[in-house]
């Protein structure tokens, strides 16, 4: 009787030790992969630290673009002369422009691969807005990761560093990175949200433009329903 007791105590642990507990292991790691091997800040053309990275989305390029149109965000235009004469025009007459450009940033030696706004009431000097890069690694299931900064714009002027036209983010990105999620949850198209809290070690610092941020350091991460 003990022998057969011993026996069905050993096959309990061979079925959890060796079946059950990798398959949960490889269901979360899918739905929460490392991202300690990611940068922290983006940088500038010339090298300079930029913004703190604040949000991470898992899914396709497709997926990502469509939950941003269902959340009503626009992708936003790159930047350049035309686009600056653009800004400039738009602020002294108050014309809307749902696509206004967004300045580069560098992440992996490369800028953003996607950009994302939404004005506000239709002001130019205003707007909410991110930038996302794809990780150089997917998720243990091949699924993309995009990391990216999401800051509010409050103003427009020049640059403290370069003297360009440019938009002037207001120093706190944690409440820009919370409103951008409750966009999201509103479609209805994240399977799952959660927080990697200290996911910054630097708290406060001046972007490119010369702006001071601040942060509480979490990384706010959302997985994209599939189909």
């Known amino acids: 009787m003990l022998a057969v007791g011993l026996a069905g105590l050993l096959a309990v642990y ?18 929460h992969p490392s991202l300690k091997d990611n940068p922290r800040l983006t940088e500038t053309g010339d090298g300079h630290p930029g913004g703190p990275l604040n949000v991470a ?12 149109a269902a959340a009503k965000w626009y992708d936003a235009e790159a930047l350049g002369l035309k686009s600056d004469l653009k800004i400039a025009v738009g602020t002294i007459l108050k014309r809307p422009d749902p696509d ?10 490369r800028p953003e691969d996607l ?19 794809k990780a150089e ?6 699924r993309t990761i995009w990391i990216g900064a999401a800051s509010y714009d409050e103003r427009v002027g020049l640059s403290h560093t370069t003297g360009q036209v440019t938009h002037h983010i207001a120093p706190d990105v944690d409440k820009e990175r919370d409103r951008l999620f409750e966009d999201l ?7 799952e949200s959660y927080e990697v809290p200290g996911f910054q070690t630097i708290l406060r610092g001046r972007n490119g433009g010369g702006d001071p941020w601040y942060t509480d350091g979490a990384l706010r991460v959302g997985i994209i329903a599939q189909d």
């Open 14 to 31: 061979v079925f959890i030790a060796y079946l059950m507990a990798p398959l949960l292991w490889d269901r979360f790691s899918d739905h």
């Open 185 to 191: 949850k509103a479609t209805s198209e994240l399977s």
């Open 100 to 109: 206004a450009p967004v300045s580069k940033l560098y992440l992996f030696g």
């Open 57 to 68: 989305l898992i899914g396709s390029e497709e997926q990502v673009r469509e939950i941003f």
């Open 115 to 133: 950009a994302f706004e939404q004005p506000v009431d239709g002001n130019p000097r205003q707007r909410n807005h991110v930038r996302f890069w």
């Open 137 to 142: 690694k997917p998720s243990s299931s091949g």
